[in-house]
């Protein structure tokens, strides 16, 4: 079966941000404006199609990174369709594991941010992972109709707080509870949102109060434009006018050199601003082809070095990013192909291991449905049923066998200890605790040699919290948890020097 969507019209992209910041309302958008699905699932309402798992539904928080596969034809050329995987990442310091995972497999990032608190602490962890594996990214000032909402201000704390070469692609149409639409700075054109759900997009001319804001903006825009090219450079000393085309390329090479990040803007919640942004994964987040090649290493000699570049017809190989117990299929790896093809039924070899295993069935995911494939290509993120693999290992062709860098994890720093309610309980836990930490890295099962305490540790209270309760739920196992005991020991510090009686009663009442 040939490959349906090129390498150059492929993109691998994730959603960050920190907690709230509308992660998820942005992907749900894209969903609904691709045609994935046909109606908005709202996260404060437990419906969001990413939102699968019942505790994100009841707490209205992401806790598993979610995967999906969307199609977006961008509006200014039309015909002209992209393949878009996307992986929906949590905020919560907690589940910072899955935003790692994510990122070391990803090409792309949008990274969003509250239009009213700007840059937070856990945006400045994501973006400091992103660094980490050098992802490309694009940035979207996120829910502009908030009370408070100042784009000004939050673009300036990206500068301030991330240190990041940044300057905004777009500029708001009027704030707060007037925001209506937005002025592409590099066609210069106004685009305004006519309906609540956002489908009736008007092309203007930009607003006659807007004029002078615009050509001010759009000035600094190009001078840091300029700056990414030399030939772009001499054309703006010497007063030329730069072609759109010229600026979108420029301003495209500079994201996947990681030299630039433009600014988007919108409420996805009310629905503004979310084409342009997918316009905008298509025109400036790199395809398989614009990332660097990946290095792996040979097995058999770690001073070997192997070059994997995205190409179907180089040898097979893939890292395994993520494991999950599925109730209806069982164990599924998630993996994202660097390259070569993969078929079910096909043997792979796992360089971590040395094992042989046999692909059994393929699978496109979307949040937690699942479409059956039967053959996947270099660039794709997908999963597979009944792999024997960890997080971090890499599967390859039995006959050019590769290894890739694994993951690395945080340590756990907080932990507790966990025992049955009752006898029944006592083997089922045993087997939900080993489930569960094969599914995520960062939790840790260990029994306590001197109290025989079972300990659970993760990254954090809510963490442990869900956990537990996905035992209860997904187990059936109910289970105490309390604080650890702690074996207190004395201990010998100094020599003392003492002085008493020996007294010892040799016979009856009276004598020694």
Not at 73 to 101: A, M, Q, W, Y
């Amino acid at each position: 079966m040939p490959r349906e969507f090129s390498l150059e019209k492929t993109r691998n992209i994730g959603i960050a941000a920190h907690i709230d910041a509308g992660k998820t309302t942005v992907t749900e958008r894209i969903l609904f404006y691709t045609g994935k699905k046909h109606k908005i699932g709202e996260v404060h309402e437990g419906e969001a199609t990413m939102d699968w798992m019942e505790q994100e539904q009841e707490r209205g928080i992401t806790i598993t990174s979610a995967a999906t596969t969307c199609f977006w034809t961008p509006t200014t050329r039309p015909g002209d369709k992209h393949l878009i995987n996307i992986i929906d990442t949590p905020g919560h310091v907690d589940f910072t594991v899955e935003v790692e995972r994510s990122l070391r497999v990803l090409d792309g990032a949008v990274v969003v941010f509250d239009g009213v608190a700007g840059v937070e602490p856990q945006s400045e962890t994501v973006w400091r992972q992103a660094d980490k594996y050098a992802v490309p990214r694009i940035c979207f000032i996120n829910k502009l109709d908030r009370t408070g909402a100042d784009f000004f201000r939050s673009y300036q704390s990206i500068l301030d707080r991330l240190g990041a070469n940044a300057a905004p692609v777009q500029l708001p149409i009027g704030n707060e509870g007037d925001f209506k639409g937005l002025v592409d700075l590099v066609r210069e054109r106004a685009y305004v949102y006519t309906n609540d759900l956002g489908t009736d997009v008007q092309e203007q001319d930009i607003p006659a109060e807007m004029a002078d804001q615009v050509k001010e903006w759009r000035e600094k825009l190009l001078e840091k434009v300029a700056e990414l090219d030399d030939a772009m450079l001499e054309k703006y000393l010497g007063g030329e006018n730069l072609t759109v085309d010229e600026i979108v390329a420029t301003i495209r090479k500079g994201v996947v050199a990681n030299k630039f990040i433009p600014v988007f803007t919108g409420s996805a919640l009310k629905n503004k601003g979310v084409q342009l942004l997918l316009d905008a994964v298509v025109d400036y987040l790199p395809s398989p082809l614009d990332v660097p090649a990946v290095v792996g290493t040979n097995p058999k000699n770690a001073e070997e070095d192997i070059t994997l570049r995205a190409d179907d017809a180089a040898p097979f190989s893939a890292l395994l990013f993520k494991i999950m117990a599925d109730p209806f299929v069982g164990k599924l790896a998630f993996f994202r192909i660097y390259s070569g093809t993969l078929s079910a039924g096909s043997y792979v070899l796992n360089a971590n291991t040395g094992d042989k295993e046999r692909i059994g069935r393929l699978l496109r995911m979307h949040a937690n449905q699942r479409e059956e494939v039967k053959e996947l290509f270099a660039g794709d993120i997908a999963a597979a049923v009944g792999l024997k693999g960890t997080t971090g290992d890499t599967i390859c062709d039995p006959a050019h066998p590769v290894k890739l860098e694994s993951i690395t994890f945080p340590e756990p720093v907080i932990s507790v200890a966990i025992e049955p309610k009752s006898k029944a309980d006592q083997e089922k836990m045993g087997i939900a605790l080993s489930r569960l930490s094969d599914e995520d890295p960062t939790f840790r099962v260990s029994t306590d040699e001197e109290t025989s305490q079972t300990l659970i540790a993760g990254m954090g209270e809510l963490h442990l919290e869900i956990i537990v309760d996905r035992m209860k739920r997904e187990f059936k196992v109910e289970a105490n948890v309390g604080a650890p005991q702690v074996a207190y020991r004395e201990t010998i510090r100094k020599p003392a020097v003492g002085e008493g009686k020996f007294i010892r009663q040799t016979g009856g009442r009276g004598q020694y």
